[in-house]
């Protein structure tokens, strides 16, 4: 047979097993105890009797006929009878069925056999343990009986005497009482089993608890299980978190190489261009050319693994006015001599995107909205169900439908000339996606771009007015 | 115009330097953060292009360290670091610009002219004295509208001059932001400097303020 593989069948499985093997255990040990009370007071009378007779016995080895008399009516219920063998072979017997022949002769040889023995002559004495021992056996008529044989020795030899009484008297009182303590017995089990489910479902919630918890890093809700488990769990969860912090710091490693990768690959790259940039060193431009391919694929690895890398843990809750203020600062200093003013107009929304993901996401949008924009570069927000919709927009010429699809491609630009910021289109994609929203292109009422992020609200916030 | 460059990458540097006298900029390096930060805290420089990724002294320390021992000059960041919380910590650790590698040199040179000009408080790409007309995005100058030729050293202390037109200029400072930190300076050169410069755009432009400085004057 498998075994099963829940935890809580296994469980149950075996406290069954063990309730059932205490009850089979507990009613052989009662049926036993019950049938010894009932025999023994069978064994009572019949050794009455026995010793009655063993009295009636004279030192001829031949049974008294008066003794025959004082007994008392032995033979009144039915199927009970009694024997006497004497010393010369004599049978004496009583009872309605009377004939104990069936009944087997002690196993064990008379002590001194028919020989005179150690005991003075006339004297009548007990055999060994003074003792009767049960005998059991089928009367003439077949039914069982329950005996009990004594040998009794005479000068003259041996006299054995056996008494039966029907089997049935002994049984009777036990299979009365068996009814009812086979029905405690399973009331008794039907309680343990129920015992068991209840214990098993308390027994296994903190399990069921870990798992809910660790659920809930997955989603991003949490950072670490609780560390407040039952001892038997509590190692578990310890693991679970050191696991969870070997993830992280792995995570910043992993983008601690991609910066130094960065690093590594771009400054090379820069002293490269910066030679070529110099007098006559690249008169056809078609070294920068190269020089530029291997930029954009420098950039759009380098983007990818930090897509990649994002996303997983470290979803926070960030208010989108808080990157968007600082960015707004960086580029009206970064475009300082161009005449463009930021229009800003945030609710107080928070969405539920990693904060250095919102940060590159806005940054790349109002960057492109600032170098194309004439006069003004918009940054708006609304919340459409459970989402936040940002619009950055400019006056700028915009794009036509089939350009905005181009611009969204990995690894194209469209604006070619500038230090290389337009690029980021479909890494804001990209990234919008991974925090389980979108990026959206079309036409500003401005006259130029309008982008718009579709990025999940973090849970629990009140939502205002909805989009115009 | 004097600038201090600091980026640890010995071709970068090198080509950068290069690149940046060609624009006839006096440039001094510096190729870690110690150094990078002694010098933009001792001597005067019009601007500095600051690497952040240095060794000795992290880019950001020298920066924060530079505001708060009060050096104002104008600071671009060049760096490999792209992220936009990355710019946004730079302006906020006091840069002025931000320009990620690789970059092309006429992108640099311009936002290097810019800053300048931008930290002399002139907010238009052009500025006029006179008859005198300096175009800062390309660096030139032009007489009566027409182009004029200068060397680096008389362009530099024209510069000078033009982006604090109308105040004396003392003849310290003027030394200071002419020459790289390594150059011979003859006490009189700058004497020689002006007057040649007199002599191409007309000696009543340059007032002389015996034993301080010059000034740069339309004449009014």
Same mark, same amino acid.
């Given at each position: ?5 829940? !935890? ?17 255990? /507990?009613?052989? /040990? ?50 009970? +009878? ?7 072979? %004599? ?13 087997? +002769? ?5 002590? &001194? ?7 003075? #002559?006339?004297?009548?004495?007990? =055999? ?9 056996? %089928? =009367? ?9 044989? !004594?040998?009794?020795?005479?000068? *003259?030899? #041996?006299?054995?005497? /056996?008494? *039966? ?30 015992? /068991? ?7 296994? %919630? ?28 509590? #190692? ?27 690093? &590594?690959?771009?400054t090379p790259l820069a002293a490269l261009i910066a030679r070529l940039d110099e007098p006559g060193a690249d008169p056809d431009g078609s070294l920068h050319e190269q020089a530029r391919r291997i930029d954009a694929r420098v950039r759009h690895h380098l983007g990818r693994a930090r897509t990649a890398a994002g996303g997983t843990p470290a979803r926070r809750t960030v208010p989108i006015a808080l990157p968007a203020d600082d960015l707004i600062g960086v580029l009206a200093r970064i475009h300082a001599d161009r005449p463009v003013r930021a229009a800003v107009d945030l609710p107080d929304l928070s969405v539920a995107v990693d904060a250095e993901d919102l940060s590159e996401m806005l940054g790349n949008l109002l960057d492109n909205a600032w170098r194309h924009a004439r006069t003004v570069v918009r ?21 036509? #439908? ?17 230090? &290389? ?22 036409? +500003? =009422? ?23 | ?82 992220? @936009? ?69 008389? @362009? ?36 020689? $400097? ?6 191409? $755009?007309?000696?009543?432009? $340059? ?14």
């Amino acid at each position: 047979m498998r075994r099963p593989r829940s !935890l809580w069948a296994r469980l149950l499985l075996l406290s069954l097993l063990a309730t059932a093997a205490a009850l089979a255990a /507990a009613g052989w /040990a009662i049926g036993g105890v019950l049938e010894r009370f009932a025999t023994r007071g069978l064994d009572d009378r019949l050794d009455a009797q026995l010793m009655l007779l063993a009295g009636a016995v004279r030192p001829d080895g031949s049974l008294g006929a008066n003794a025959l008399r004082v007994l008392p009516g032995f033979d009144a219920g039915a199927g009970w +009878s009694w024997r006497v063998v004497g010393a010369d072979g %004599r049978v004496w017997r009583a009872g309605p069925v009377a004939d104990l022949g069936k009944v087997p +002769s002690p196993a064990r040889p008379l002590p &001194g056999g028919s020989g005179p023995g150690g005991s003075g #002559p006339g004297d009548v004495r007990v =055999d060994g343990p003074a003792r009767p021992r049960p005998l059991e056996g %089928r =009367d003439d008529a077949g039914r069982r009986v329950h005996g009990r044989a !004594l040998t009794v020795l005479t000068p *003259a030899g #041996p006299v054995r005497i /056996a008494a *039966a009484a029907p089997r049935a008297l002994a049984e009777q009182p036990i299979r009365a009482a068996m009814a009812p303590l086979l029905m405690s017995l399973l009331l008794l089990g039907v309680a343990l089993t129920a015992a /068991a489910l209840v214990q098993l479902r308390l027994g296994l %919630r903190p399990l069921r608890d870990l798992r809910l918890a660790l659920a809930r890093v997955r989603a991003g809700e949490a950072d670490r299980v609780p560390g407040d488990q039952p001892t038997e769990l509590a #190692p578990l969860a310890a693991e679970l978190n050191a696991l969870l912090a070997e993830n992280a710091a792995g995570l910043a490693r992993a983008r601690g190489h991609v910066a130094n990768l960065a690093h &590594g690959l771009k400054t090379p790259l820069a002293a490269l261009i910066a030679r070529l940039d110099e007098p006559g060193a690249d008169p056809d431009g078609s070294l920068h050319e190269q020089a530029r391919r291997i930029d954009a694929r420098v950039r759009h690895h380098l983007g990818r693994a930090r897509t990649a890398a994002g996303g997983t843990p470290a979803r926070r809750t960030v208010p989108i006015a808080l990157p968007a203020d600082d960015l707004i600062g960086v580029l009206a200093r970064i475009h300082a001599d161009r005449p463009v003013r930021a229009a800003v107009d945030l609710p107080d929304l928070s969405v539920a995107v990693d904060a250095e993901d919102l940060s590159e996401m806005l940054g790349n949008l109002l960057d492109n909205a600032w170098r194309h924009a004439r006069t003004v570069v918009r940054l708006g927000a609304a919340t459409d169900g459970a989402f936040a919709i940002v619009a950055v927009e400019d006056d700028g010429p915009g794009l036509s #439908p089939a350009a905005a699809a181009e611009a969204l491609r990995p690894g194209r630009r469209l604006d070619e000339r500038g230090d &290389g910021h337009g690029f980021g289109l479909p890494i804001v994609r990209e990234l919008a996606e991974l925090s389980g929203g979108a990026l959206y292109l079309d036409r +500003s =009422d401005l006259g130029g771009l309008r982008a718009r992020l579709r990025l999940p609200l973090s849970p629990g916030r009140t939502a205002p007015p909805a989009v115009r | 115009m004097r600038v201090l460059v600091v980026e640890d990458d010995a071709a970068l540097a090198e080509a950068l330097a290069r690149a940046l006298r060609a624009e006839r900029f006096a440039v001094d390096v510096a190729r870690d953060g110690v150094d990078g930060h002694h010098l933009g805290a001792t001597e005067r420089y019009d601007a500095a292009v600051l690497d952040l990724g240095l060794p000795g002294r992290d880019g950001a320390s020298v920066l924060a360290a530079w505001r708060t021992e009060g050096r104002t000059l104008p600071v671009l960041i060049l760096t490999a670091r792209d992220a @936009w919380s990355d710019k946004v910590a730079g302006f906020k650790a006091g840069a002025d610009d931000y320009l990620t590698k690789p970059f092309r040199t006429e992108e640099l040179v311009m936002r290097l002219r810019a800053l300048v000009r931008r930290a002399a408080g002139h907010a238009a790409a052009r500025v006029a004295c006179g008859p005198l007309c300096y175009d800062v995005a390309l660096g030139s100058f032009e007489l009566d509208g027409l182009p004029l030729r200068l060397t680096g050293l008389e @362009w530099r202390v024209l510069t000078q001059l033009m982006l604090r037109r109308e105040v004396m200029v003392e003849r310290a400072d003027l030394i200071e932001r002419v020459y790289e930190g390594d150059a011979d300076v003859d006490s009189n050169s700058v004497e020689v $400097i002006v007057g040649r410069l007199r002599r191409k $755009i007309g000696s009543a432009m $340059i007032e002389t303020v015996r034993g301080h400085g010059y000034r740069l004057t339309a004449g009014r």
